[in-house]
């Protein structure tokens, strides 16, 4: 997968939003930093996965990828290209290859319009397939998402949470994209519409050589989905790996207590499995802990190397990343967990 | 833990039926569910959304908003049918003997009144307690619930907590009164997962520790698997099958607990395919004559359209409405 050319890159990309405190105080110094230094790129046709809880940044790197908010610092590259200062021309052909699915299939859809007009409407502002052949392409790619070609001139009430999904994939598709992000596509899904819908991300992404990227919370999902799964802890990546080798070797304390945490409708796996309840609750990104961010709630503490120094996001096995202390030690690619200080 | 096998059950609902009554149509959202819940037991509701879940904890509470009515059936809690009681009756349980966390915490704690008056308000109207026995009490069930700092905490407002502190915010306030049951619809699902672990962790051991039982609402069979002892899954306002959460998720007999459980994506086996139920829950306003998951079933035959299907108690401790059970 490391050897693909990667289609889109992130590079040391930040995000800061500053906060106004009180009514005439204006922009101090204060900012919630979402998205702190950060890099990863996504290879041609690969599905990575980007997890995290509340307020690890996730969705501002997903929305900086889409252009849709301009990063602090830092840049995004899409086909080797920075997509930072693109002309109007070339942002609306950039938008024609990047597309979103979203969260809420209930919001997401305009309740006025019938779903064949939804479905058309990234073709006509973007001047693609005029007349009858617009209409076949609705009819084509509703049959593609499951549903019934004579659905087009159904209104979304129509239709459950899973198929208003559908749309949504429908849309994102309707203008052959490269590329798709989908943000927390199965959050708001009954089991059942949950499994219909990862199934279809995982047969459209073989069928067109798709490029997404799935931000979600739920690590069983992206462990279903992704080649490569993207960690992060308050704004900074923890921990990056290919999807088998961050589930099989989990090295970083937070990523292992969130795979624990993961409730499986199987009660043996239940008992068997390590059970770690961190303490505390997520730090505020206002004002995130010194040196390594998850040193407040991390069951591995090491001590003052931890809160004083920053860790790095070091290759610890080929392809395998982490941000850890207790990997500080191994210089090149080995796999010891020693606990040595840095100094 | 099947608890005290010979005593009888704390709760005992019986063939309960809670219908909305519209203009044009009877929405049947509770059907004729029966179950029980042990003294000191947690048991789980599963089922997807329109299953009746949340109907059946308001009408617990008789609580179910109108047109919706509760037209039949028995709620026996220690053995005296709820349903008899008057409303006076009512108030002086609810928050007492059985007391309820709800969804969303931030929505059921009052913005305007401090987390200490909040707790505080159910001693002093329930307990008759004064002012500062009530605060004093409301700071040990901060602790008891693990909120650092609990005595700082109490001049807190709720918007100044967060997510996973405002829902221990409510199971304080829903302890305060030592219930002999607690009813908690879905308390975990706006929470991150290391929070909700934080939150099953603290029902458990408060269970433990306090002995009360625990009527446990959820979507989501990992954390029936995390936390009860027994579960129910609910399906078009009925019990679909019932019994011990090892066996039922081990080896469930019901087709549609078989499908719940192969639609979820397996921890360590992304390699196998999700198998996703087929077409849609029924319309409660229009229920099949028959089975209500027919239409959905893959061991579907005529008899299970055609008759109504009743729930079996296979002696195990285990129950099921289903012709053709898995073995």
């Not at chain 1, 889109?8 to 930093?33: D, I, Q, S």
């Not at chain 1, 407040?296 to 790095?312: K, M, Q």
């Not at chain 2, 992304?270 to 306003?285: K, V």
Request: net charge neutral; proline share 6%; hydrophobic share 40%.
């Amino acid at each position: 997968m490391g050897e693909r050319q990667p289609l889109v890159e992130v590079k040391n990309l930040v995000k800061h939003f500053p906060v106004r405190r009180g009514l005439f105080r204006g922009k101090g110094a204060l900012a919630v930093r979402a998205v702190d230094d950060i890099s990863f790129d996504i290879g041609q046709g690969e599905t990575v996965g980007l997890v995290g809880e509340s307020g690890c940044g996730k969705t501002t790197t997903g929305r900086m990828v889409m252009r849709l908010i301009t990063p602090t610092s830092g840049e995004v590259c899409f086909e080797g290209r920075s997509i930072n200062a693109l002309s109007a021309e070339e942002e609306k052909l950039y938008r024609r290859k990047v597309q979103m699915v979203f969260q809420d299939p209930y919001s997401s859809l305009n309740p006025r319009m019938t779903v064949g007009s939804i479905i058309a409407y990234p073709m006509r502002i973007q001047g693609e397939y005029a007349g009858a052949a617009r209409d076949a392409r609705v009819r084509e790619l509703l049959e593609l998402v499951g549903l019934s070609r004579y659905q087009a001139s159904w209104y979304p009430h129509e239709f459950s949470g899973g198929e208003r999904q559908r749309i949504g994939i429908a849309t994102a598709l309707a203008l052959n994209p490269r590329f798709i992000f989908c943000d927390e596509p199965v959050a708001s899904l009954d089991v059942s519409a949950q499994a219909q819908i990862l199934n279809l991300l995982k047969d459209i992404r073989s069928e067109f050589n798709l490029t997404i990227l799935i931000v979600t919370h739920n690590l069983s999902v992206v462990e279903y989905v992704s080649d490569r799964v993207v960690v992060m802890y308050l704004g900074k990546i923890v921990e990056m790996a290919s999807t088998s080798d961050l589930y099989r070797h989990t090295l970083h304390p937070y990523s292992r207590a969130l795979m624990s945490a993961i409730p499986t409708p199987d009660p043996e796996a239940e008992q068997q499995r390590e059970q770690i309840v961190l303490r505390g609750e997520i730090p505020s990104p206002l004002d995130p802990p010194s040196g390594c961010r998850f040193h407040t709630r991390c069951p591995a503490y090491l001590g003052d190397v931890c809160r004083e120094i920053e860790p790095e996001l070091r290759e610890i096995q080929p392809g395998h990343f982490t941000a850890c202390h207790l990997y500080a030690s191994t210089p090149t690619l080995a796999t010891t967990a020693s606990g040595a200080r840095l100094n | 833990m099947s608890t005290a096998v010979d005593l009888p059950p704390l709760v005992e609902v019986q063939d309960l039926h809670t219908h909305f009554l519209l203009k044009k149509k009877v929405v049947r959202a509770i059907n004729g569910l029966s179950f029980s819940v042990g003294r000191g037991e947690i048991l789980g509701i599963a089922g997807e959304s329109g299953a009746g879940k949340s109907v059946l904890c308001l009408s617990m509470l008789r609580l179910v908003p109108q047109p919706g009515r509760i037209v039949g059936g028995r709620i026996l809690f220690e053995g005296k049918d709820l349903l008899g009681k008057s409303e006076h009756e009512m108030r002086g349980l609810r928050g007492q003997a059985i007391s309820m966390v709800f969804e969303d915490p931030l929505n059921s704690l009052d913005p305007a009144f401090t987390v200490g008056d909040q707790i505080g308000e159910s001693l002093m109207l329930h307990k008759a307690m004064t002012r500062s026995a009530a605060r004093q009490k409301a700071g040990e069930l901060l602790r008891l619930v693990g909120i650092p700092d609990p005595e700082r905490r109490l001049d807190n407002y709720a918007h100044e907590l967060s997510g996973g502190m405002q829902q221990r915010v409510m199971i304080a306030v829903a302890l305060s009164c030592d219930p002999a049951l607690l009813i908690a619809d879905n308390p975990t699902t706006a929470l991150d997962v290391t929070i909700q672990m934080q939150i099953l962790d603290l029902v458990k051991q408060l269970r433990d520790r306090l002995g009360m039982a625990v009527l446990w609402i959820t979507h989501d069979l990992g954390v029936v698997a995390k936390l009860c002892d027994r579960v129910v899954i609910m399906y078009a306002g009925k019990v679909m099958e019932a019994g011990d959460v090892y066996d039922v998720l081990k080896r469930p007999r019901h087709p549609y607990t078989r499908r719940l459980i192969d639609a979820l994506p397996k921890l360590g086996h992304p390699e196998q395919r999700l198998i996703p139920i087929q077409g849609r829950p029924p319309n409660p306003a229009d229920l099949p004559e028959g089975c209500p998951f027919a239409p959905r079933c893959y061991k579907v035959t005529a008899e299970c359209r055609s008759q109504a299907v009743e729930l079996v108690d296979t002696g195990d401790g285990r129950a099921v409405r289903c012709l053709h059970p898995e073995e």
